[in-house]
């Protein structure tokens, strides 16, 4: 009997295979041997074409967005909080475990002292609606030199001292290796220290953003480290292929059931 692999791997189907229709990307991830998918928005799909599909294909929805609604402006803290809302109710439904949270661009002549107390405000106030739930939210750190100019949440260490002072089980990061080490760098040593803190993981091959064997990060040594720890969660395959998707996959998918 095989052992079972060490690592669950997911599928961004938005990036990976952003020009397929979804139910089409789900059989093809399947195909490739994957045992979980993702997406960013659920309120343009068909929840119950997906519903179905992940059924028929034996498949796990790892993560999905909450609405994209500012964390650092007070004023637009209600209207996260009702997209919350109803993202949990669509969670629900997909029976999916982690909602990723963008925090919205810095706020130009506010204190970013100021913008940090609001997220960790309203991070408390959804943490109650969460916990009762049972889903995560993962706020996402995003790099700015390349790809999200103005964007608040940079490092990971500013995130994870966020969710410390938020206090919530339900409230943690979600670790984009890609943003990270464009961001910080030792990535490694970044993720495993503060792994308890950690509901998912994005990666992709730096420079570029393409598939995990281009570029200057050796993802089998990155994958083997967090195999090494107690996560359970998934990690997301979230890049833009340069060659073939398919093949792409498949040839990430025979290496991770290495690690």
Request: hydrophobic share 40%.
């Amino acid at each position: 009997m095989n052992s079972p692999a060490r690592l669950k791997a997911s599928v961004c189907v938005d990036a990976v295979l952003e020009n397929q229709p979804t139910v089409d990307a789900m059989k093809l991830v399947a195909e490739c041997g994957y045992p979980a998918f993702e997406f960013w928005k659920w309120w343009d799909k068909d929840l119950d074409a997906i519903n179905q599909a992940r059924e028929e294909l034996h498949l796990q929805v790892a993560a999905c967005c909450t609405k994209f609604v500012s964390l650092v402006d007070p004023s637009t803290r209600a209207e996260y909080l009702s997209g919350l809302k109803e993202s949990i109710a669509a969670a629900g439904r997909l029976n999916c475990p982690v909602l990723i949270s963008q925090v919205g661009d810095a706020r130009p002549g506010v204190d970013r002292a100021e913008q940090r107390d609001c997220m960790v405000a309203g991070l408390k106030e959804a943490a109650p609606m969460l916990e009762d739930s049972g889903v995560v939210l993962a706020i996402e750190p995003l790099n700015e030199l390349i790809d999200h100019a103005g964007y608040y949440l940079v490092r990971s260490d500013e995130a994870f001292s966020i969710i410390d002072e938020v206090g919530s089980p339900n409230v943690k990061v979600t670790f984009d290796i890609y943003h990270q080490q464009i961001s910080e760098g030792h990535v490694i040593a970044n993720l495993t220290k503060n792994i308890d803190a950690i509901a998912h993981f994005h990666a992709a091959g730096n420079p570029g953003r393409h598939e995990l064997d281009r570029g200057e990060l050796h993802y089998p040594s990155i994958f083997a480290a967090i195999a090494d720890t107690d996560y359970s969660g998934h990690v997301g395959l979230e890049y833009w292929p340069v060659n073939d998707p398919a093949a792409g996959l498949r040839d990430a998918a025979s290496w991770i059931k290495k690690v």
